[in-house]
């Protein structure tokens, strides 16, 4: 089974900051990586998808890249609305989707 | 509009048995893969379950043969079964489209989802 890891697990920023997680994946995954931002009470949303596509309707100040096993996603100014969990998700070995432990992104 | 919408959730004894319903609208279910994510209190989001369009279907190892999914095409719904139901099945349930990007190659991500049902397992 494929296992996904993230770090950090939890960062403190301030608004106009940027911001990095990285997603690993225990075997490579090519491209196959997906991203999804979580607020507290609420359903997750799609990012990214494909590393590094970025969802209709969402802002272009986050980002993804990487490829095989490491992968990034980045945020480059901090905006109060972005203060979430994200989490990385991986579709190499559908119809299995394993999801990373979540990054917990909160003000500094 | 693009929706899904939950229901089914509640308090059930260790053992017991619940059925999730997923309602869809804006698009159909049929014609979709569709998936169950689940969430355990203060916990990340853990894959349940997906059901293909051409109707195969898959499973978590940890729900393997006490969960099915299933729909109804004509009420457009999506359902989990949920059997033997144990203290940790505890969570959040969220349904969730599965959508195919292929470029080349073929990917697959939910970009739907809905607002969650809430299923607790407690004597």
């Known amino acids: 089974d494929i296992q996904m890891t993230q770090s950090p697990s939890s960062l403190s920023a301030s608004v106009g900051d940027r911001v990095t997680i990285t997603c690993r994946a225990s075997?490579?995954?090519?491209?196959?990586l997906n991203w999804y931002q979580q607020k507290p009470g609420k359903a997750p949303k799609l990012l990214i998808y494909a590393a590094s596509s970025l969802q209709s309707g969402v802002p272009s100040r986050f980002s993804g890249s990487g490829s095989g096993t490491d992968f990034t996603l980045t945020i480059s100014s901090l905006q109060p609305e972005d203060f979430a969990t994200y989490y990385c998700q991986q579709s190499y070995s559908t119809p299995i989707f394993t999801f990373g432990p979540g990054t917990k992104v909160d003000i500094k | 509009e693009v929706q899904l919408v939950e229901s089914g959730g509640g308090l059930v004894q260790p053992g017991g048995s619940l059925r999730l319903s997923c309602a869809a609208s804006?698009?159909?279910?049929?014609?979709?893969?569709m998936s169950w994510v689940r969430q355990a209190p203060g916990k990340g989001l853990e894959w349940v379950s997906v059901i293909y369009s051409g109707g195969s279907t898959y499973y978590a190892d940890s729900v393997k043969g006490r969960f099915t999914i299933s729909r109804h095409n004509s009420k457009n719904t999506l359902y989990l079964q949920m059997n033997s139901l144990r203290a940790e099945d505890t969570a959040v349930y969220y349904c969730a489209r599965v959508v195919l990007y292929s470029s080349g190659y073929y990917y697959y991500y939910m970009d739907v989802w809905g607002k969650g049902t809430t299923v607790t397992v407690s004597s």
């Open positions: 075997q490579s995954i090519s491209s196959y």
């Open positions: 804006g698009f159909t279910v049929s014609s979709n893969y």
